[in-house]
T-cell receptor, first 114, second 112 residues
């Protein structure tokens, strides 16, 4: 019963480096999301994919890009990492409309940019 | 001003006490209201989901929504040490139910 699986769990990057965070869900959910969590700020939406083949910007998309590879997988890419991107990144998924607010989260990736 | 305000605490209570958590919000269009529980170094997990004003009960947990006051609450009865976690409120407007707006979270410690 895996749910939402993210890799890696921890990552340290140097300023300017690039990397991709991977996310996969096995619940046959249509919608997938990437959030970031910063101390005292709750979770903020980076990007979302309402369904396979579509992606849209959330509240804090700058410095990130996403790819919805298929229904199961949704990756987050940092093209040129910046210290302001130090945060915990969470991938989430949710089922069909009228249930989309019920998001299921992965365990998170602790990202540090030095 | 943030759309969703939540007292960050921390809140420390003895085992068996009632825990009361609150959030206020500014967007009167919010329609779905959720409470998530997040254990340390884990992802949030959905605890309660409500659609309208009123109360919803699930075991020791009760969620209240007062849309006229733009105020939601979560009550935990007979609190246990295993309830020690950060509790996040979240809400979303109709037609954009994928855009969750989160509170900052309240950290709760239940002392044995």
């Amino acid at each position: 019963n895996a749910g939402v699986t993210q890799t890696p769990k921890f990552q340290v990057l140097k300023t300017g480096q690039s990397m991709t965070l991977q996310c996969a869900q096995d619940m046959n959910h249509n919608s997938m999301y990437w959030y970031r969590q910063d101390p005292g700020m709750g979770l903020r939406l980076i990007y979302y994919s309402a369904s396979e083949g579509t992606t849209d910007k959330g509240e804090v998309p700058n410095g990130y890009n996403v790819s919805r590879l298929n229904k199961r997988e949704f990756s987050l890419r940092l093209e040129s990492a910046a210290p302001s991107q130090t945060s915990v990144c969470f991938c989430a998924s949710s089922p069909l409309e009228r249930e989309r607010a019920k998001a299921f989260f992965g365990q998170g990736t602790r990202l540090t940019v030095v | 001003q943030k759309e969703v305000e939540q007292d960050p605490g921390p809140l420390s209570v003895p085992e068996g006490a009632i825990v009361s958590l609150n959030c206020t919000y500014s967007n009167s269009a919010f329609q779905y209201f959720m409470w998530y529980r997040q254990y340390s170094r884990k992802g949030p997990e959905l605890l309660m989901y409500t659609y309208s004003s009123g109360n919803k009960e699930d075991g020791r947990f009760t969620a209240q929504v007062d849309k006229s006051s733009k105020y939601i609450s979560l009550f935990i009865r007979d609190s246990q040490p295993s309830d020690s976690a950060t509790y996040l409120c979240a809400m979303t407007p109709p037609g954009h139910d994928y855009k969750l707006s989160f509170g900052a979270g309240t950290t709760v410690t239940v002392r044995a």
